[in-house]
């Protein structure tokens, strides 16, 4: 009688110390409320660094030294990326800037004795204008390409129509919910944006014109059961990943041919622009896009979702129905702009888009 035969056990690489470190840093930041995207994004940069010490048989959080670490900042530096150009400056800060945290973690914890990444000099941001901004104008021409007789070119008329008129991240579009939205009023909720922060934004009554003929007119013929109210669906009639959501938007982009790159975040920077452009101070600005603070040394003062709406009515290009966007006011406070332009920028970096 034959014997039964064993399956063998598949052998499991072992995990280093350094990954069970990581593990235990990632789960104490979801114990602190840490977004899911923030931890995945944080988790994404680890292990690159990880698997770059695997690679050169550091497996132990006390084998990194800071000359350990200054070598991976050189290696940050010289790296080309397939399409052979180097990584930005902003991108190698934004690898380097979670290893310091995890360090610093480490040794509060008393897993180290010493920080290795705290005397770590990170690279130099500086504040560079956006390159990519889009005119009113060009806006307008993006729009009027969307067909607007197909269910999805009437969505995707409306999805840009949101963006341009609130500013909102990708990420808190796809979120959007049919009860988010209180368009009487002329605001919309986003829940749980960055720093899982909920607050109100503005919409302007054109956006809100197109976003109500989306949900009566299109919306229906893309919706299927069970119906989880989530505003902008795919043509499979489920919600957008962000991915798809920026793939859409970039297509349309893409299609007006004006030669500028990008997705979702273009027209929450062109918001920006054209509103300080207009004369809106960059407080309120702030304010509508869910910034955390302007400066550390200043305290920060919500301001009211009327004075938001009468500022976004007065300042925005698209605001109003019958507005003409080219009657706008010249640029105001350029310094000020600078700020808001650098802190937009980061916001590219860190949602990876």
Not at 4 to 28: H, N, W
Not at 83 to 110: A, K, Y
Not at 246 to 253: A, D, F, N, P, W
């Amino acid at each position: 009688m034959a014997r039964a035969v064993k399956p063998r056990k598949q052998k499991t690489s072992p995990v280093s110390p350094l990954e069970v470190m990581m593990r235990d840093y990632l789960r104490s930041l979801s114990v602190q409320n840490y977004s899911e995207h923030t931890i995945s994004n944080r988790e994404f940069h680890l292990v690159c660094f990880i698997r770059w010490c695997q690679e050169r048989g550091v497996n132990d959080p006390v084998e990194v030294t800071r000359p350990v670490l200054e070598r991976y900042q050189r290696y940050l530096f010289h790296y080309r990326k397939k399409d052979g150009e180097p990584m930005t400056f902003r991108s190698q800060h934004s690898r380097l800037v979670p290893l310091r945290m995890w360090f610093r973690w480490m040794t509060r914890q008393n897993h180290l004795l010493h920080n290795p990444a705290s005397e770590l000099e990170l690279p130099r941001l500086g504040n560079p204008l956006p390159r990519n901004i889009f005119s009113a104008k060009e806006v307008e021409e993006i729009l009027q390409l969307c067909n607007i007789d197909d269910p999805i070119g009437l969505r995707d008329r409306a999805v840009i129509e949101v963006l341009y008129s609130t500013g909102i991240r990708r990420g808190e579009i796809v979120a959007l919910k049919l009860y988010d939205l209180s368009l009487d009023r002329g605001v919309l909720l986003v829940r749980q944006g960055k720093g899982k922060k909920d607050r109100y934004v503005p919409i302007g009554e054109r956006a809100i014109a197109w976003l109500q003929k989306y949900i009566r007119e299109a919306r229906p013929q893309l919706a299927a059961e069970p119906d989880d109210m989530t505003v902008f669906l795919t043509a499979q009639g489920e919600p957008f990943s962000r991915d798809h959501m920026s793939s859409t938007v970039k297509t349309r982009i893409d299609a007006a041919k004006l030669g500028k790159t990008g997705a979702c975040h273009l027209f929450r920077h062109t918001m920006a622009t054209l509103m300080h452009e207009n004369g809106a101070d960059i407080r309120f600005i702030q304010e509508i896009l869910g910034h955390a603070k302007l400066e550390t040394t200043q305290i920060y003062t919500h301001v009211s979702i009327r004075t938001l709406q009468q500022v976004h009515a007065a300042t925005h290009p698209a605001a109003m129905l019958g507005h003409n966007p080219e009657a706008s006011p010249k640029p105001a406070d350029p310094a000020a702009a600078e700020e808001l332009f650098s802190a937009l920028a980061a916001e590219v970096e860190d949602d990876r888009e």
